[in-house]
């Protein structure tokens, strides 16, 4: 074949080629799930995944989309202290509200406006959406110089692109930590915090109210203690427990946990939005390299029965 009948047939198979791929649909996004979560989008060009948040960013755009998971029973509830009358006593001015239908068929509302913020105003979006099952409210913020990089069209067509997935199973959660539970005692897997914590509940975990029923909470921390420092790291940790106050200790002492050195700590506390009476028991499990911190929180009442299970928790914990 000569030089010009190979040039003739390139150029054929070139217009061959451009003629195919104008008629193929175009290649559809996934959605992106930041920090795992069971929300997700297809973020704005320009916006990646900010690192242990359930959200995007463009920091040089000062631009971000923040996204909270909320339960689908509980999103009405929610709706209610998100109208255009409250977020204004925030500093929000709701210019646009309307009602929206996702491609999955969950269904919300969506507001736009702006927040001043002292001289500086934002443009914002904010969206309650879900399906009956799953929820969330997902916001959408940058400074109006921004918005030529990110137009009205771009960030709703963000917005509708949001989608849900199954909330992963205990298994899952558990999967993802460097630690393995032997005996879950009757807990549930509630949350996995990053790649070294969860949060355990024996009821219903769904419900929220742990004032009425135990939780756990276990993580790792690296760096060696000496010690003659790990009293001291233990009494600072258990007072930082969350969701207590009133903490007093009641006992403590030195332990042997899993064949590594530990240390006990038991105290009394109230639960800070019932002011329902709790115990605390706090473990921390020393290692060359790092500790493993276990607490749990329990209503006072009872706790005998919950110190029993938690113990077993404790006991049941390995480094993978």
């Known amino acids: 074949m000569s030089r010009l009948a190979r040039a003739r047939l390139c150029h054929v198979l070139a217009a061959w080629f451009l003629l195919v791929a104008a008629a193929l649909p175009a290649a559809a996004q996934e959605a992106v799930f930041p920090n795992d979560g069971t929300v997700g989008l297809v973020p704005p060009s320009g916006m990646s995944e900010i690192p242990g948040v359930p959200g995007f960013e463009d920091r040089v755009a000062h631009a971000a989309i923040l ?69 969330a409210m997902v916001t959408v913020q940058f400074p109006e110089d921004s918005a030529a990089r990110y137009s009205d069209d771009a960030v709703e067509a963000a917005l509708m692109s949001v989608t849900f997935r199954p909330p992963p199973t205990q298994e899952e959660l558990l999967s993802r930590l460097p630690f393995t539970i032997k005996d879950m005692e009757g807990y549930r897997v509630v949350r996995v915090f990053g790649t070294n914590a969860a949060l355990l509940t024996k009821g219903d975990a769904a419900s929220g109210d742990l004032s009425r029923q135990p939780f756990f909470i276990v993580s790792i921390a690296p760096g060696e203690v000496r010690e003659d420092d790990r009293e001291s790291l233990a009494k600072r940790a258990i007072s930082s427990v969350p969701g207590v106050k009133e903490l007093k200790i009641e006992r403590g002492g030195t332990l042997r946990i899993g064949g ?61």
């Open 260 to 320: 590594q050195p530990g240390y006990e700590l038991i105290a009394n506390a109230v639960e800070m939005r019932t002011g329902t009476p709790v115990k605390v028991a706090q473990w921390v499990r020393f290692g060359r390299s790092g500790y493993v911190r276990m607490v749990g929180v329990a209503p006072a009442e009872g706790f005998d029965t919950s110190f029993n299970e938690m113990r077993g928790l404790r006991d049941g914990i390995e480094l993978r």
């Open 67 to 135: 996204i909270m998971e909320v339960p689908g029973t509980a999103l009405e509830d929610v709706s209610k202290s998100f109208t255009p009358e409250a977020l204004e006593t925030k500093g929000v001015t709701v210019e646009n509200k309307r009602d929206v239908t996702l491609k999955s068929g969950a269904k919300g509302v969506l507001m736009s406006g702006y927040q001043t913020m002292g001289a500086a105003a934002l443009k914002k979006w904010i969206m309650l959406v879900g399906d009956g099952k799953q929820g």
